[in-house]
Structures are given as structure tokens and as C-alpha cells.
């Protein structure tokens, strides 16, 4: 049986451990307050942008401590260029766009996805946003 000393020796040399080699990796300031917390926020996509598709901005904008917007889709140029604007402009910063919503599913960084697309659409974009990992 480990006792609490031995225990508390080898977790403060791991912790030691770490830190050291978070300091020597590169990160920046900006890009470790994106990783800090990184299990306590949710990044979004949002697929259908006209409409509905600012409530949903407006329900990730008041979100904000524990939501992320990273991914916006819509098959109209126009329509995904003033969203992604009022995205930046609400948010502070600019999502990425695509105008097709199914290699969109495929990164890893989208942990779940939001659907304002007319209603036939939905079914089908939620299959395959499940298929791919995602929460819907």
C-alpha cells in the first residue's frame, strides 16, 4: 500500500513535470487561454445561416464561458459572408465558412452542431452530423 506521503512526492514531481514542459513547448499566451478549460467549452457549427441562424448566433453569444462558434455553413455566398461578419463582430473573432456541410462534419474540432436549415434538411443534416461524431 502507497502511503500519502509517497503519494504526494510523485504527484508533485509530475506536476512539476508538466509545467516544465508546457513552459518549453512555444505556447503563447493567446493560444494557451484557448487550451486552458478546453473540456468546459463546447465548439459549435452552425449549418443554415438565414433566419434562424441568428438565434442561434445570439444563443452562442450569450454563451459565451462555455460555447465557441468555430464553424458556419450555408450553400449562398452572400448569406454565409454577412453571417460570418456578424459572427466577428458579436463575438470577437471569425469563425471559419464553408458552404458545404458535409466535409464541414469532418473535423475533429466541432464537438457539436446546430441545425437552422429549412425543415426537410434537418433529418438528413443530423444523421450525418451523428455519423460523424457530433452532438446535434
Given at each position: 500500500?502507497?502511503?500519502?506521503?509517497?503519494?504526494?512526492?510523485?504527484?508533485?514531481?509530475?506536476?512539476?513535470?508538466?509545467?516544465?514542459?508546457?513552459?518549453?513547448?512555444?505556447?503563447?499566451?493567446?493560444?494557451?487561454?484557448?487550451?486552458?478549460?478546453?473540456?468546459?467549452?463546447?465548439?459549435?457549427?452552425?449549418?443554415?445561416?438565414?433566419?434562424?441562424?441568428?438565434?442561434?448566433?445570439?444563443?452562442?453569444?450569450?454563451?459565451?464561458?462555455?460555447?465557441?462558434?468555430?464553424?458556419?455553413?450555408?450553400?449562398?455566398?452572400?448569406?454565409?459572408?454577412?453571417?460570418?461578419?456578424?459572427?466577428?463582430?458579436q463575438l470577437g473573432?471569425?469563425?471559419?465558412?464553408?458552404?458545404?456541410?458535409?466535409?464541414?462534419?469532418?473535423?475533429?474540432?466541432?464537438?457539436?452542431?446546430t441545425v437552422a436549415?429549412?425543415?426537410?434538411?434537418?433529418?438528413?443534416?443530423?444523421?450525418w452530423g451523428l455519423?460523424?461524431?457530433?452532438?446535434?
Amino acid at each position: 500500500m502507497i502511503s500519502r506521503r509517497d503519494f504526494l512526492k510523485t504527484t508533485a514531481v509530475s506536476a512539476t513535470g508538466l509545467a516544465v514542459s508546457a513552459a518549453t513547448s512555444g505556447f503563447s499566451a493567446k493560444s494557451y487561454a484557448q487550451i486552458v478549460g478546453a473540456n468546459d467549452r463546447v465548439n459549435f457549427a452552425v449549418i443554415g445561416l438565414h433566419g434562424r441562424g441568428y438565434a442561434h448566433l445570439s444563443a452562442l453569444n450569450g454563451n459565451k464561458s462555455t460555447a465557441r462558434l468555430t464553424h458556419v455553413c450555408d450553400v449562398e455566398s452572400d448569406i454565409l459572408a454577412k453571417y460570418a461578419g456578424a459572427a466577428e463582430k458579436q463575438l470577437g473573432y471569425a469563425p471559419t465558412t464553408n458552404k458545404d456541410f458535409r466535409s464541414m462534419l469532418q473535423p475533429n474540432n466541432i464537438d457539436a452542431i446546430t441545425v437552422a436549415t429549412p425543415g426537410h434538411l434537418h433529418t438528413t443534416i443530423a444523421i450525418w452530423g451523428l455519423q460523424n461524431g457530433k452532438h446535434v
